[in-house]
């Protein structure tokens, strides 16, 4: 009996570490830089160590992209988005797991390998021009206008019956998902007008991909236009020469666009959350042809307009500019789901507190440090929290300086104002100090846009990802998966074929663990408690990875 009450204990402390959210992890030992280190890609795909079950049903291949070049000759990259792309594939079939990666073929790491040094102003990282010329083509060098980098190394998505890998430009790069060989770079700008789009997308049930972006229109105009991208054509022509601007949303400010990385859609609305991080589009398009002037240069935050909320109908596509919502600042990168009930509009979101540039703090100089100095930085940053803004759709004048959130479920407001604005606050879904849950997924494929329960995320400590989280967005109960010297990646939901519960189904993602024999693996978790089914172990390093897809088989 002693035994079994002993055995009882010991099973009830393992449960509360494994579940209970662990705030006070230290990293001594600074295992995450290896996340920041280049790698080399494969030759051939490598097989991997399976421990545990990995269900039958999961047959297809999980494909993320991320910085994998850190370094061309002597010359570094200085910010965790300047990394060259790289393409990795975990692929599962018949209870069998293969790992593969390549650098896609851009013009950025094509030309960068070519003259072994940056050719490319990337992210935080300035292009120089070549020594070796002589100084007149340096000169002419400096002053020949805007060379956009095409390294996209933030995620991968399809558009009809193919699968590109995309940045924040409008540069977007067609690749075989199987062979990971580069297929064509696609100039979207030539076909919308943009100047720039997400690499977060929406997608209808039938393949339509809508997604935003800025356009610097005539007289300097400026505005955020939302596309339309249509499905696979009967015709096999390719979608992207049908795509068009669906509805235009105005900026708040004439010169200085927001900076934009995601959007909310439901079935009938999309919502842009205009942010106080702006781009100096004057800066952008002169202080540019200065030597070592970067993109992150070009940022700057207005600590007076706080965060707005637009508006606009999805079919037919209309901006309600009658619908003005705004509230304190906050930096946004990510939207975790948008839907709609009762006459409202409920939008979850990862925020971090303030004006002041998250991305300031991702440099890799500082994701690099020594663990102590780390967390200073970290201190210094905005703190991270995620929130629920609630837009009623139905205002009134009749009912200014009333809450008019009816919502009976959330804590959230919403005020009428004598200017006619609605003043939102939030409610707090998930705080922590330092603490961040980011890179948000959800069981998109039947919740996105609808009301839902369940979302997953990469915790992130002090800007180190060291967990893997699941939060109930009704009750804010959170599930956590850890272990020691781990660093996983996004977690993605993938359904079990048949499941009737939200939550039925398994996440994946690529963990790093340095100090392994098999130091690189993926994770395969039961998304309802978070409890590991399998890992497969590969005898690699695989640096720090952004977004991703997985691909079933046909």
């Known amino acids: 009996m002693l035994f079994f009450i002993l055995f009882y204990f010991m099973y009830l402390l393992l449960y509360i570490q494994f579940f209970v959210f662990l705030s006070s992890v230290e990293h001594p030992a600074a295992g995450y830089k290896k996340i920041f280190e280049t790698v080399e890609e494969l030759n051939e795909p490598i097989s991997a160590k399976i421990t545990g079950i990995i269900p039958s049903w999961l047959s297809g291949s999980l494909l993320r992209m991320g910085p994998g070049l850190f370094e061309v000759g002597d010359e570094p990259f200085y910010h965790m988005f300047d990394g060259q792309a790289l393409m990795h594939k975990f692929d599962l079939k018949n209870s069998q797991v293969t790992y593969y990666r390549k650098f896609i073929r851009t013009d950025a790491y094509v030309r960068a390998m070519t003259e072994n040094r940056v050719v490319i102003t990337e992210f935080g990282t300035a292009a120089y021009p070549d020594p070796c010329k002589n100084i007149f083509s340096r000169f002419f060098t400096y002053f020949r206008g805007i060379e956009v980098t095409d390294n996209c190394l933030v995620n991968i998505y399809p558009i009809g019956e193919d699968f590109y890998a995309v940045t924040e430009t409008t540069y977007i790069t067609k690749i075989d998902p199987d062979s990971l060989e580069t297929l064509k770079k696609v100039d979207l700008s030539k076909y919308l007008s943009v100047n720039g789009v997400t690499a977060h997308p929406h997608a209808d049930a039938d393949g339509t991909i809508y997604n935003i972006g800025n356009c610097f229109g005539k007289n300097m105009s400026l505005a955020y236009n939302i596309i339309k991208i249509p499905p696979a054509q009967t015709d096999k022509s390719d979608p992207i020469e049908k ?312």
């Open 243 to 554: 795509s068009q601007v669906v509805v235009q949303l105005p900026s708040s400010e004439r010169l200085k666009p927001s900076y934009v990385h995601s959007f909310g859609m439901t079935d009938k609305y999309f919502v842009f959350v205009e942010q106080p991080v702006k781009i100096n589009l004057l800066k952008f398009l002169s202080a540019w042809r200065i030597r070592g002037t970067t993109y992150m240069d070009c940022f700057e935050s207005n600590d007076t307009m706080g965060t707005l909320f637009h508006l606009a109908t999805k079919d037919p596509a209309v901006y309600l500019s009658t619908h003005k919502f705004r509230t304190s600042a906050f930096n946004l990168f990510h939207h975790i789901n948008t839907y709609e009930e009762e006459g409202f509009i409920i939008v979850d979101l990862c925020t971090w507190k303030g004006h002041d540039f998250v991305y300031n703090y991702l440099y890799l100089a500082n994701l690099r440090g020594e663990w102590e100095e780390v967390k200073k930085a970290a201190m210094r940053a905005p703190q991270p929290e995620v929130r629920r803004y609630v837009l009623p759709l139905d205002i009134h004048r009749e009912e200014q300086g009333k809450n008019l959130v009816a919502l009976s479920y959330t804590t959230a407001t919403a005020v009428l104002e004598s200017d006619g604005t609605i003043w939102l606050e939030p409610e707090v879904l998930f705080s922590g100090p330092r603490q961040a849950f980011e890179f948000p997924q959800i069981n998109y494929s039947q919740y996105g846009g609808k009301k839902y329960s369940y979302a997953y995320g990469l915790g992130l400590n002090h800007f180190i990802p060291d967990r893997i989280v699941k939060l109930s967005v009704q009750t804010k109960e959170t599930w956590v998966w850890q272990e020691e010297d781990c660093y996983p990646s996004e977690p993605l939901f993938v359904p079990t074929p048949g499941a009737t519960e939200e939550d039925g189904g398994v996440l994946l993602s690529i963990v790093v663990k340095p100090g392994a024999e098999r130091p690189g693996f993926l994770l395969v978790l039961d998304a309802t408690n978070l409890m590991e089914l399998a890992r497969a172990e590969v005898n690699t390093i695989i640096p720090v990875t952004l977004h991703g897809m997985y691909k079933r088989r046909a």
